[in-house]
């Protein structure tokens, strides 16, 4: 089933000596043969976030809200920390040296490929325990899923005790 998300996580991914690793079956169709992988720091950690074309460009567009020195300042770090990625016939890509370093990943190492909706995230075990560990776990699930539900006008609220 291919609902255009990528879903799950695997545990103990392979760097190859070249730098290569291989994409999950699951998720290649998803995510093209041609993508972009970008550098960036979240909640603490440092990750290489995979983004299938599509996505890329909608993050492109996004970049364009604000002053002109906030626009400016998210491209430049953006796109100094992005570069285009192609898999091979056995569904590998290379990372790119410098943003491996800066995720600080090693060849021959393992990592972590978790699933984030539209993209993919790739996590050393250190940083995926770090960023996992600062989520908010005593929260009830389904109030964050209400979070994200949009507040009743007041006028609404007004009339709903009644």
């Known amino acids: 089933m291919n609902l255009g998300i990528f879903v799950g996580t695997y545990m103990d991914q392979k760097l190859d000596s070249k730098g290569r690793l291989s994409v999950p079956a699951k998720w290649r169709e998803r995510l093209g043969t041609e993508f972009f992988m970008v550098c960036m720091n979240l909640r603490g950690s440092t990750c290489i976030k995979l983004y299938p074309q599509d996505e890329f460009m909608h993050c492109v567009e996004a970049l364009d809200d604000g ?7 998210k ?3 953006f796109f100094s920390n ?7 016939a056995q569904g590998r890509f290379t990372l790119n040296a410098r943003l491996k370093d800066y995720a600080g990943m090693e060849n021959g190492s393992t ?29 009830n699930f389904l109030d964050l899923m209400d979070a994200g539900k949009k507040e009743k006008p007041a006028s609404e609220e007004q009339t709903a005790g009644v």
């Open 67 to 73: 002053t002109a020195n906030e626009v400016y300042e």
């Open 75 to 77: 491209n430049k770090i």
């Open 82 to 88: 992005a570069e285009e990625c192609t898999l091979d």
């Open 111 to 139: 990592v972590i490929m978790q699933g984030h909706k539209r993209t993919i995230e790739i996590w050393t075990n250190e940083g995926f325990n770090t960023m996992f560990n600062g989520l908010r776990t005593d929260t």
